[in-house]
């Protein structure tokens, strides 16, 4: 049954975290007092279908309670309350695959800022909608995430808008490490966090936070195979560019910026295993979570799952707590999927 556990490829820090970094505990500390009261301060939920599978306490990290259905509203908060008055004025270009651009479309129409999205042609169509419904200017075209971002960096530079990246900034990052700090208050105890890994801003935020605190946190990060920048950077030692491919996975799309400044080191650095899941694992994954935790997820926030259920009892140290990123799917393409039929994109 575990003949998996020999297969899957990861990549596995080698040598001592350096500590230095543009994110700091304090900057997490300050985003916490920053963001509170935009974005939810999420519990941990018992797992008992994982705790017995893998013989350790596991808890979920609710971040699907996020007013935006994904923890993207952390960073976004953290960003755009730390603008100052000009910078606001100016307003704010974002590209996305579509939670960040929820997310910084939220905070901007709460905070009066004008908003611009860039997408790509690849993102679904309500998220599409939902960014829509929040009175952000869109801007839909081109093959991939990495076209977006170009087009919203060159937009950004004619128009004079500020550029809020999903993933490489230093506010960002230490808004999404504040769920490191959250599960450190509430599970000091905790051996082990498994989150998503696309562009590495909550991997890289959450470890910044959890092993300032307790630096003995195995930290897991989990990416997906049709995507795997991330992976393939940590392998060349560099950012590289990979080829996107459709999954249903959408929010781990794109790449990690070739000129990536901030959010590379900190996984190179902090994280201390990266893997991926592929499209049959996150199906699994998404059908454990929906029948056997009662959860429905998109397909990004099914990856820490899948990996833990490729795991052997007693194969990773607990307390375990896999951050649950989202839950804006495609409930219909979902509904394929809990039925046990293929699912109409993304796989094949
Ligand atoms: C953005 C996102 C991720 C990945 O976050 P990165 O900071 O890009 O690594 C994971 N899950 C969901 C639901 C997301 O929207």
Known sequence: MNDKA???ETWRRAGRPTGV??????????????????????????????????????????????????????????RLLALDPASRARGVITASTGNH???????????????????????PPDKVAAIAALDAELDVGGADQDAAMQRAKERAAREGL??????DDPWVIAGQGTIGAEILEDLPQVATIV????GGGLAGGIAVAAKAINPSVRIVAVGSA????????????????????????????GGIDLENRYSFTLVQDLVDDVELADEVEIIEALRFAFFRLRLVLEGAAATPIAALLRRSPGGV???????????NVDTVALCHILAGERPIWGFG
């Open 6 to 8: 020999v297969t899957w």
């Open 21 to 78: 970094h543009a994110v700091s505990l304090a900057d997490v500390r300050a985003a916490q007092k920053r963001i509170a009261g935009h974005a939810v301060r999420t519990p941990l939920k018992p797992a008992p279908a994982l705790t017995e599978r893998l013989g350790v306490p596991t808890l979920l990290k609710m971040e699907t309670m996020q007013p935006t259905g994904a923890f993207k509203v952390r960073g976004a908060a953290n």
């Open 101 to 123: 651009g929820v997310a910084v479309a939220y905070l901007a129409r709460q905070l009066g800022i004008r908003c611009v999205v860039s997408l790509s042609s690849l993102v």
């Open 162 to 167: 500020i550029l809020v990246s999903p993933f």
């Open 195 to 198: 989150m998503p890994l696309s």
């Open 226 to 253: 049709r995507c795997p920048a991330m992976l393939r950077s940590l392998q060349a030692g560099h950012p590289v560019r990979v080829t996107e491919q459709p999954s249903l996975t959408d929010s781990l799309g």
């Open 317 to 327: 140290a607990g307390p375990v707590v896999a951050v649950v990123t989202g839950d």
